[in-house]
Every structure is written in structure tokens, then in C-alpha cells.
């Protein structure tokens, strides 16, 4: 879930240049050679690891399987996974690099914006909820050190980007060019050739219904499945907290003090008026003047949150300038220095920092605090009881795992770990995969197991270990033909159909249209470049031949089409009847859109040589091929 939550951090513009990088640069096997053990392949003289390729794949797979949740074992393989997971670490390390050579970093009033602006970590107001971001994170395993570590390391490719693009720009004629080119519309006169028409005399018979058996009997494979029982061990639901002892919780308490200190904090709002740090000095004069405006109404009477509504230019600006709570260190020192110095409902004088100007109110102040033994006994009781189910785990794992190969009882092996045995019904390999979040390699010794046998190791997974036995084991088969037999008829006196009603409408367009098909003809609604067209179905082709001759001159003495196009309901031939273009006032509400839109196509462009530039002075070698090829077959 972490992995989604920092990926929508990033820019589309820097997935774009990524996506295309890693379909230009094919580097795969270039300086190929086995290296020392734990390292993947070295970008310069920096390192991608085993672990961090391991980890990118697994991510990179969890989130293609969600997204496609039909994704096949043999799609899967198709896509080379293997090899963009190792592309984009590699771009990774290139930008990473630059941006160190250049000094740039995601300061933290930055990570602090990106953090609260996610929506996984809001109330429902809107607002940033420390206790869910608390609670998000602990349920993903990670502590706030650490998924901010991971989401700074994912913000600074933007970054980068947006320094290097900062100039890129489109020209609003060659905007208008493009929306006036996509948003035309067009309209056809099409005569229809329904394949109801034709079904009637179009039934296959049973030679043909066998020969397409055959010849489609992929279609009808079904993969070998397994039933199962499983005991699964986790250790947050196996933890027993009021096993843990008074004494134990002081002790901890003790080694663990400085987790649970408290710095001082502070409640304020603010409002930022944005000028660069490299801005030429009439724009930051014209940025100090403005903030100096606000300040000077705020005096006068004007509300702070009124005003941070109207004149701020920050994300907080929709909630009043509320920043919330934080601490020193999570602003950077201008800002922290000017809003730690205020006492409360004091408003500072403007504050320049690298955003910009800032007017600052403090609302509350709290001094720093060392949360005590009985604050926090409960929360250290619970981590200490996982930690010890987590240190227990093993022995226990095999304590399951040996009575359930002792006698084959699932549900007594269970019992020992005071937990019960779960079954499955029928499953693939595949649905393995996804509903125990079993590695590939591990479903094969599943699924080779044979029924009634529990397996003789333990998985481990997300969720926690798991011991399994194969209750039921069905083979890969092709379902029978009278399974099929009436849904493969169906279908194929529907392409018969289709096919006679193609035949018809070409002889037609043969011999010329006469009185009584030209009697038949319609018109379409007006529809534009992407193939679908209203009443007749989709059809890209015919789309891009409609829209291939020349504007509304080709109206005038349009011909009909010689070759059928097949639609939904059967066959058409159709002519060019109308051009609609965009009006002056479509174009006029659209133009900042597509301004935008040019501006960012550039932009990523521009990036993308950048990058094509690092990667071809880049000295790239990959240490461990063997790692790569077994990641393909499992």
C-alpha cells in the first residue's frame, strides 16, 4: 500500500520520462559480469542491491496485479518485468547522483507538504490527521522515519525535473493547432448490413464446429488447481500482551525513553506569497510589496484564515494557512526560527524563504514533554508482546509444522499455536498468488505437492508463515467440447454472419448502390478521432479513414467507400456527410488546458534528453545476470 501511496506523490511527467527511457534504452546484458554476492549490477560507483531489485519487483508486480487483476503468468512474463524494474533503478541512480552533484534536496517544509496533501492520511474535513498517518503506517509495517526516508528519495526526481524544465514552453498558436485537430468531429451516411440478416442460414456444421474446437482448444484450458488447508501464523494475532509483565514495560520503558520525548511544538498558520530564491529582483520586490499588503489588512481587522484563503499560494491556503502542530525540525530555518520566537496569537513580520515570503500566527504553543511510564504502558505492552510472538515464531512454526507431518491433522497441528486450521476451495497457481501472497517459486512446490501431503517447509508471506497441506489436486484439462458446444456454436454463426454480411455489402459497393439501398441510408451522430461512433459500435480504422480525407471539402461529392467496415450489428459502407470544427468560444475555455498541456509535453521531452544524456556517459554493469533470469522463471 506504501509503495502506492509515495508513487502518486511523484509527477506524471517523471513516470512519462521513465516509461519512455525505458523503452528507448535497452541496455540489457551491456558490461555483464558476475560480481561480488548481494549486488544486482553498479551504476558509476554506485550499487543497486539484491534487495532493493527484489523489493522494486515485488512492488512493481503487486501493482500491475492490482491494477489487472485477469494479469496471466504468460502476460506477466511478456512484459520483462525483470528488466524495467532494473532499467528504473538504474534511472534512479543516475538522477540521485545528479542531484547530489547539484546540492539539490527535498527540504523539510517540503516532504511536510507532500505528506499532508496525500489523501490516505486525511480526516474526513480534508484535513491532515496525524493519528491516521500514525495508523496507516503502522499497519504497513513502517515506521514515519522511514516511509518519509523512502517518500524524500521518491520526490526528488520532481524536483529535479521540475529545475531542469523550468523553461519549457509551447506556443499558444501550436496549442490551438492541436485542440482544433483533436476536438474536430465528424459525421457519416452509412448503410447497414445486419448480421441477423444472415444468421439464419449461417449455422456452422459439425465438421466445422470441431475443426474450430481444435484450433481454439487454448481457449478452453483450464490450469491444474489445488484445495488446501493452511495454518497461518502472525505474529500481531498470536501476541498476548497481558503475558507480558509490569517489569518488563518499565524496563523497556527505560531503554526506549528517548522514543516517547516529545519536542517542543507549535499550532500556527500562514500565508506564503511565492518568489524563487533565484527570482530577478523585481519580482521578489513585487513579492515583498504584496506580502506586506496582507499584513498591513490582517492589521486592520482582516481574519488571518480569511486572508490566507484569499492571498496564499501554498496548499494549506484552502484551510486557512493551517500547518497544524510540528516541530523546528520540520521547517526549514528561517521559517522555523521566525514561528518558534512568536508568542501565541503574535503575527510575524514577513519571512523569506526559499518558497517565498511568509506572514506566520502562532494559535498554540506546547513545550516539550517526556510522555510517562502510564502514558504509554499499553502501546509498549502490545510491541513487546509481538516481539515476542515475532522471536517465537520459528519454534513455533515448526512445532505446526511437525505435528501436521506427523499425523496429516491440520486442524490439531493447528491447536498448538492456539489457532485453526483455514480451507480453500479449487484454486490456480495464479489465484494462489493473490489470495496467500505466495511467491511463485513457492506455489510450484504447492501445487507438485500430491493431495492428502502437507508440504515440508513453511512459506513465509506478508500475512505471516504459513503451514500448508494439499487436500485436492486437479490436473491442467481442456474442458470438453460438449461442455462448449453451444457457446462455440453461438459464436461461430456469428462470424459466418458477419462474414456473409461483409460479402453482401461488398458485391453491393460492386455493382453500385441502387434505388432500394440507397432507400436503407443514415446518419450518424457526430463523432470524433477515437473510433467509437454512436449507433454503430467501435471501430478505430474506420475512424481514421473517415478522418483522413481533407476537411469539409471532402463533403462536397463524397464517394462512398468500396470496402465494407465491420461493426457491432454487421456490415456498413459509409460516406463522409459532415465536418464539425471546435467554435472560438470552445477553443477560448479549453486554451489553459492545453497550454498546460503543451507546456508539460515539452517539458517531459526535455527531460527525457536529460536523462538519455546522464545514461550515455554512465558506466553500467550488470554483476548478477543469474538473479535476473530466476526472477523471469519463478
Given amino acids: 500500500m506504501l509503495d502506492g ?6 509527477s506524471w511527467g517523471v513516470k512519462l520520462a521513465f516509461g519512455i527511457i525505458i523503452l528507448v534504452f535497452v541496455f540489457w546484458g551491456i558490461g555483464s559480469y558476475t560480481g561480488p554476492k548481494g549486488y544486482v549490477a553498479t551504476v558509476n560507483d554506485m550499487h543497486i542491491t539484491e534487495i532493493e531489485f527484489q523489493k522494486a519487483y515485488g512492488s512493481m508486480e503487486q501493482n500491475l496485479r492490482a491494477s489487472y487483476p485477469d494479469l496471466t503468468p504468460e502476460l506477466l512474463k511478456g512484459l520483462q518485468l525483470e528488466q524495467q524494474v532494473l532499467q528504473q533503478l538504474v534511472m534512479k541512480k543516475l538522477l540521485e547522483s545528479e542531484a547530489g552533484r547539484i546540492g539539490l534536496e527535498i527540504s523539510p517544509y517540503e516532504l511536510r507538504l507532500a505528506v499532508q ?11 491532515f490527521d496525524k493519528d491516521e498517518y500514525l495508523r496507516v503506517l503502522k499497519a504497513s509495517g513502517l515506521t514515519p522515519a522511514q516511509f518519509e526516508a523512502g517518500l524524500r528519495e521518491d520526490l526528488l526526481p520532481e524536483k529535479l525535473q521540475k529545475l531542469l524544465t523550468a523553461g519549457a514552453w509551447g506556443s499558444p498558436e501550436e496549442a490551438r493547432l492541436r485542440y482544433m485537430y483533436e476536438r474536430q468531429k465528424r459525421r457519416v451516411d452509412y448503410i447497414l448490413f445486419p448480421i441477423s440478416d444472415y444468421s439464419a442460414v449461417s449455422a456452422p456444421s459439425d465438421a466445422e464446429v470441431r475443426t474450430a474446437y481444435e484450433a481454439r482448444a487454448s481457449r478452453y484450458a483450464l490450469p491444474a488447481r489445488v484445495k488446501l488447508e493452511y495454518v497461518l501464523l502472525d505474529p500481531e494475532k498470536m501476541a498476548e500482551p497481558s503475558s507480558v509483565s509490569d517489569e518488563a514495560v518499565a524496563a523497556a520503558y527505560d531503554a526506549r525513553k528517548a522514543q516517547f520525548a516529545e519536542p517542543e511544538k507549535i499550532h500556527a498558520r500562514h500565508i506564503l506569497i511565492r518568489v524563487g530564491e533565484e527570482a530577478p529582483e523585481a519580482e521578489v520586490k513585487k513579492a515583498e510589496e504584496r506580502i506586506n499588503e496582507v499584513a ?32 523546528r525540525e520540520q521547517m526549514v530555518k528561517p521559517f522555523a526560527d521566525a514561528a518558534f520566537a512568536l508568542a501565541e496569537g503574535e503575527l510575524s513580520a514577513p519571512v523569506r524563504t526559499q518558497f517565498g515570503f511568509h506572514l506566520i500566527k502562532v494559535e498554540e504553543k506546547q513545550a516539550a514533554k517526556q510522555r510517562t511510564l502510564d502514558e504509554v504502558k499499553d502501546e509498549l505492552r502490545a510491541a513487546l508482546a509481538v516481539d515476542a510472538a515475532t522471536e517465537a515464531l520459528q519454534a513455533k512454526t515448526d512445532a505446526v509444522l511437525a505435528a501436521a507431518l506427523g499425523n496429516g491433522d491440520m486442524n490439531a497441528a493447528a491447536a498448538r499455536a492456539g489457532l485453526q486450521a483455514v480451507e480453500t ?36 508471506t506478508l500475512k505471516g508463515t504459513l503451514v500448508i497441506r494439499v487436500t485436492e489436486s486437479v490436473p491442467a484439462m481442456t474442458r470438453p467440447l460438449d461442455e462448449v458446444r453451444t457457446e462455440l456454436v453461438a459464436e461461430l454463426t456469428r462470424e459466418k454472419a458477419m462474414q456473409a454480411a461483409m460479402d453482401a455489402a461488398r458485391s453491393a459497393a460492386a455493382k453500385g448502390l441502387d434505388a432500394a439501398l440507397l432507400e436503407r441510408v443514415k446518419r450518424s451522430e457526430f463523432f470524433g478521432r477515437d473510433g467509437n461512433v454512436p449507433g454503430l459500435g467501435f ?57 498546460s498541456q503543451l507546456d508539460s509535453s515539452r517539458a517531459s521531452v526535455l527531460f527525457q534528453n536529460f536523462v538519455a544524456l546522464l545514461y550515455g556517459k554512465a558506466d553500467i554493469r550488470v554483476l548478477n545476470p543469474a538473479l535476473i533470469q530466476r526472477m523471469e522463471t519463478e
Fill in 5 to 10: 501511496i509515495r508513487a502518486n506523490a511523484q
Fill in 425 to 460: 476451495g479449487l484454486e490456480s497457481a495464479e489465484e494462489l498468488t493473490q489470495s496467500l501472497g505466495l511467491r511463485p517459486i513457492d506455489v510450484q512446490a504447492v501445487m507438485s505437492t500430491p493431495p492428502g501431503t502437507v508440504v515440508d517447509s513453511s512459506f513465509a
Fill in 539 to 595: 471501430n478505430m480504422d474506420m475512424a481514421r479513414a473517415v478522418f483522413s480525407e481533407e476537411g469539409k471539402n471532402a463533403v462536397t461529392g463524397a464517394k462512398w467507400n468500396a470496402e465494407p467496415w465491420r461493426m457491432e450489428d454487421g456490415a456498413v459502407l459509409v460516406r463522409l456527410a459532415a465536418v464539425e470544427e471546435p467554435s472560438a468560444e470552445e477553443w477560448k475555455a479549453a486554451e489553459p488546458m492545453f497550454l
Fill in 117 to 127: 496533501e496525500m489523501p490516505y492520511f486525511l480526516d474526513k474535513d480534508g484535513r
Fill in 296 to 327: 498591513a489588512k490582517i492589521r486592520e481587522g482582516l481574519d488571518f484564515s480569511d486572508a490566507a484563503k484569499e492571498y496564499g499560494q501554498d496548499p494549506s491556503a484552502a484551510q486557512g494557512g493551517d500547518l497544524g502542530f510540528f516541530t
